[in-house]
Nanobody, 117 residues
Framework: QVQLVESGGGLVQPGGSLRLSCAAS????????MGWYRQAPGKERELVAT???????NYADSVKGRFTIPRDNAKNTVYLQMNSLKPVDTAVYYC???????????WGQGTQVTVSS
C-alpha cells in the first residue's frame, strides 16, 4: 500500500545537525499524517514529530525547539531537521504514515542516528 524509505542517518557530534528524509510511495490517498518516531536501546518507541495534511505539526517536548518536520508534497517526502543534537537523541528513527479512513499505520525500515563525541 505505502512504502516509506528513510535516509540521512549517521554519526554526529553533540550540538550538530542532521536532516533525515522519508520518501513515500505507493497509495498515498487519504494519508492524513506523517511523522517520525524513534526507539533507543532498551526503551519504548516514542513519538518525535508529526505533520498533518493541513500543515499542523506536533513535537515531543524533548525535541521542541530543536527539531522541525518540513514536508515537500511534490516529492512525497517528509524530513526531520534535527539541530542541537544531544546524546539522548541517539536512536533508530522510523518514518510513519497514517491513513485515518482505515486507521492504518505504515512504517519505514528505520535509520540510525548516533550522537556522540
Amino acid at each position: 500500500q505505502v512504502q516509506l524509505v528513510e535516509s540521512g542517518g549517521g554519526l554526529v557530534q553533540p550540538g550538530g545537525s542532521l536532516r533525515l528524509s522519508c520518501a513515500a510511495s505507493g497509495n498515498m490517498f487519504n494519508i492524513n499524517r506523517m511523522g517520525w518516531y524513534r526507539q533507543a536501546p532498551g526503551k519504548e518507541r516514542e513519538l518525535v514529530a508529526t505533520i498533518t495534511n493541513d500543515g499542523s505539526t506536533n513535537y515531543a517536548d524533548s525535541v521542541k525547539g530543536r527539531f522541525t518536520i518540513p514536508r515537500d508534497n511534490a516529492k512525497n517526502t517528509v524530513y526531520l531537521q534535527m539541530n542541537s543534537l544531544k546524546p539522548v537523541d541517539t536512536a533508530v528513527y522510523y518514518c510513519n504514515a497514517f491513513r485515518r479512513i482505515t486507521w492504518n499505520n505504515y512504517w519505514g525500515q528505520g535509520t540510525q542516528v548516533t550522537v556522540s563525541s
